[in-house]
């Protein structure tokens, strides 16, 4: 029981260092396309957590953020954490799901009020603006 335990506080500070080192990376790399990777996880989940809370968002796109959210911090992943660059992969996958969803249900204007990231980023995620 001792080493199962042992293993699982191993296996969270591992997700909790990657989650430190990508925070860090998201602050220190100068403006481009690697920043903006760096900072997408972090900005997804202060995007989550602001949806969650905003009464113009409905339920559905809630639950839906809510989901990713939880994707994110769950420490059981289809491609692990601890494989460097890809082991982001599925939790960036399913957060731009998540939101992409999102933007279909919720006001443009509160996604982007949402977002604390580059404004082109979302805008990128969520395609043109439907007419």
Known sequence: MRDW????????????ASWALLILLARR???GTLRDLAAFIPDCLTTVRRLRKDPRVPRRA???????????ASPIDLI????????????IVVVA??????GR?????V???AWPGEPRL?????????A
């Open 105 to 109: 249900q919720v006001p443009r204007d």
């Open 80 to 91: 692990p954490e601890f494989l460097p660059v890809i082991g982001p992969l599925d939790d």
């Open 97 to 102: 799901l998540a939101l992409r969803y999102a």
């Open 122 to 130: 979302i805008e990128r995620l969520l395609g043109r603006p439907s």
């Open 111 to 113: 996604l982007l009020a």
């Open 29 to 31: 790399l100068p403006p």
């Open 5 to 16: 335990l042992l293993a699982l506080a191993t296996a969270i500070g591992l997700l909790l």
């Open 62 to 72: 809630k639950i839906a953020v809510l989901i990713a959210g939880l994707w994110v």
